[in-house]
């Protein structure tokens, strides 16, 4: 397999269908995909039409590359991401991520759909991801380093870049969205973590936990790009409230909030 190739032929792909220049990539988690409709959409593509690309496998998952504009804008948009518990390897899981920097990005925004580590978190809540922790066993750098994406060791001093953070916390406080700040904790799945494991998460100094993110964190980083990152806190971790964890329960959730999550990153990408 030659990665190399494999991005430049997505990239191709994608050039080739679309005249936009994205400045920004944007990667919509589980249940946060009405951002969508935010777009001036100039191309769609559906994921399994690019080559190089996999669809995804679970519900809440759209699916699709956009590219348009958020106002002045240029942006390219990942409705719906392969995660690594659907048993793909870490490089099938950045690839559509290391596409967009092919494509110019030079800012990337992730979201996700996480459980939240702090008792006094609710549904609903957003946290900033200020750091995380990786958990997941596996790396997206492992093997040799390509370097033509970025370097053997990649300093993750600041993983998450801290002007773009604040700029979200700003927001968030002038909309008077409640949210928090923290690291978030990514562990492969696919099942939702044990009560134990959560204590375990919580002794870490972990604020959330998830099944995504973290990969797309370290392929961006390696290229060198500036990373932001957002969770939607969708459910109590597992032993804080008292009721079974479900994936319905974390779309829903993440559905009741998408119109705050939509005009919080309106504002944002405006102030760009
Ligand atoms: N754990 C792991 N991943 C998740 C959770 C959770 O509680 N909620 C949403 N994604």
Known sequence: MNIQKNL??????????????????????????????????????PYDEIPGFISPSIDGHGGRLLLGHVGNVPIACLQGRVHYYEGHSMTAVVHP???????????????NSAGGL????????FMIIDDHINLMGDNPLKGPNLAQLGPRFPDMSEAYDRK?????????????I?????IYCAVSGPTYETPAEVRYLQMLGGKAVGMSTVPEAIAANHLGLRVCALSCITNPAAGIAKHKLSHEEVTQTA??????????????????
């Not at 909030?257 to 760009?272: G, N, P, R, T, Y």
């Open 164 to 176: 773009l953070n604040d700029k979200l916390a700003e927001i968030l406080v002038k909309q008077q």
């Open 97 to 111: 991520t290391r596409t967009m920097a092919m494509l110019g990005i030079e800012i990337l925004l992730l979201t």
């Open 118 to 125: 702090d008792a006094q978190m609710a549904p609903g809540d």
């Open 255 to 272: 559905r009741m909030v998408e119109d705050k999550f939509c005009s919080l990153l309106k504002e944002f990408i405006a102030q760009l």
């Open 8 to 45: 430049e032929e997505s990239a191709a792909y994608i050039r080739a269908r679309s005249h936009i220049k994205p400045r920004m990539g944007i990667v919509l988690g589980s249940g946060l995909g009405s951002f969508v409709d935010l777009i001036d959409v100039e191309t769609s593509l």
């Open 178 to 182: 409640r949210h928090w700040r923290g």
